[in-house]
């Protein structure tokens, strides 16, 4: 069993919104999460971070003020709330889990599951 399955993405528009779900097997009060995106040519980059307690976020700045994320604990989901999409948004996007009960940071290599991404096209 995938221990994170992303869904939500697909094509959109310019301006457009669009809402990300993962779902992680196990307790997500007890990991910190993240959001990270890889555009075709490019390097995997951090999206946004979520504590385990879903109190402490943190943004990139290519996405702050745009993007939301968020966490329901007693439902085990993380979400990413994309508004003001642009295509330079477009990419996959993968969902991410730390170590247990470990505060980690914005380096792809302090997470240790991944989901398999889900494709967001933005058209301009």
């Known amino acids: 069993q995938a221990q994170l399955q992303e869904s939500g993405g697909g094509l959109v528009q310019a301006g457009d919104s669009l809402k990300l779900s993962c779902a992680a097997s196990?307790?997500?009060?007890?990991?910190?999460m993240a959001w990270f995106r890889q555009a075709p040519g490019k390097e995997r980059e951090f999206v946004a971070s979520i504590s385990w307690n879903a109190y402490t976020t943190y943004y990139a700045d290519s996405v702050k003020g745009r993007f939301t994320i968020s966490k329901d604990n007693s439902n085990d989901v993380m979400y990413l709330q994309m508004g003001s999409l642009q295509p330079e948004d477009t990419a996959i996007y993968y969902c991410?889990?730390?170590?247990?009960?470990?505060?980690?940071?914005?380096?792809?290599?302090?997470?240790?599951?991944w989901g398999q991404g889900t494709q967001v096209t933005v058209s301009s």
């Open positions: 196990g307790r997500a009060d007890m990991f910190y």
């Open positions: 991410a889990k730390g170590p247990y009960l470990r505060r980690v940071g914005t380096g792809s290599d302090e997470y240790e599951d």
